[in-house]
């Protein structure tokens, strides 16, 4: 086992920073109490990474930035992120745990838990996000929105994974849509329950889409002032929620489950 512990960088980086390519970051057992000026409190990629796995990143921060665990910069690449945790990490403006600006693949088996950031307190993703299976995201705050997941680009699927007990101050106490942005998949727009459209012409997305959207999943015990469990902002997307749970989420204003605007 490996530990990169209590380093600081100035700028991006704080445990280690990357522009170039790494093949594997295997069985660092913590990136634990790191801090960057910037982004990246634990982990900052510029480049590419083929796999992170078997690797907990906890109590790191971006004191003015993105990414308080790990930062995957814009045009940067993770193949693989996968069998691995993010606890208690703090980044000042997006993604607690994770901010996503450019291209993660696959997020298999990662947990996030009581995380925090002003928005997307377990994650931020700003651009694609191709494949989330088995995520375990509980516990992680925003003081704006998006209290488990601010998605500002594109998540194809979030399959068999738990979204509970995140909360956010404002919209999206378990997953917060915005403008233009999409889970699901790129050519369908709308949203389908369970493979019925309701109200968006007659097209029924998701019948032959089995593996975008948000499936097999459990969404519950979320907080918001509005969309406890899923607020989606006008133009934004979602196309599909099949075999999934929504329930005991709270909202102190509208859409204690799901917000839809128009």
């Known amino acids: 086992n490996s530990y990169i512990n209590q380093n600081t960088a100035s700028m991006n980086g704080g445990g280690l920073a990357n522009d170039g390519n790494i093949d594997k970051l295997d069985g660092f057992n913590s990136f634990d109490g790191n801090q960057a000026q910037i982004n990246g409190g634990g982990l900052y990629n510029g480049g590419y990474i083929d796999k992170v796995e ?24 993770i193949n693989y992120l996968d069998s691995s945790g993010f606890y208690s990490n703090m980044a000042a403006l997006l993604g607690g745990g994770l901010a996503n600006l450019g291209t993660v693949t696959n997020l298999f088996d990662v947990i996030f838990g009581t995380n925090h950031a002003a928005n997307g307190g377990a994650m931020y993703n700003g651009n694609l996000i191709t494949f989330m299976y088995n995520a375990n995201i509980y516990g992680n705050t925003a003081t704006e929105n998006g209290g488990g997941i601010y998605n500002d680009g594109t998540m194809q699927t979030i399959s068999n994974s738990t979204i509970t007990d995140n909360h956010a101050e404002y919209l999206g106490g378990g997953i917060y849509i915005a403008p233009m942005a999409l889970i699901g998949n790129p050519t369908d727009s709308g949203i389908a329950i369970n493979g019925f459209n309701p109200g968006f012409g007659a097209v029924q997305y998701g019948f032959n889409l089995p593996t975008s959207g948000i499936t097999g999943s459990i969404i519950t015990q979320n907080s918001a002032n509005s969309g406890g469990g899923i607020y989606i902002a006008q133009d934004g997307h979602l196309t599909m929620i099949q075999s999934s749970e929504l329930s005991h989420n709270i909202s102190t204003g509208a859409g204690g489950a799901l917000v839809v605007n128009g």
């Open 54 to 77: 078997n690797t907990n990143f906890s109590n790191n921060a971006a004191l003015t930035g993105s990414g308080g665990g790990l930062y995957n910069g814009a045009n940067a690449f």
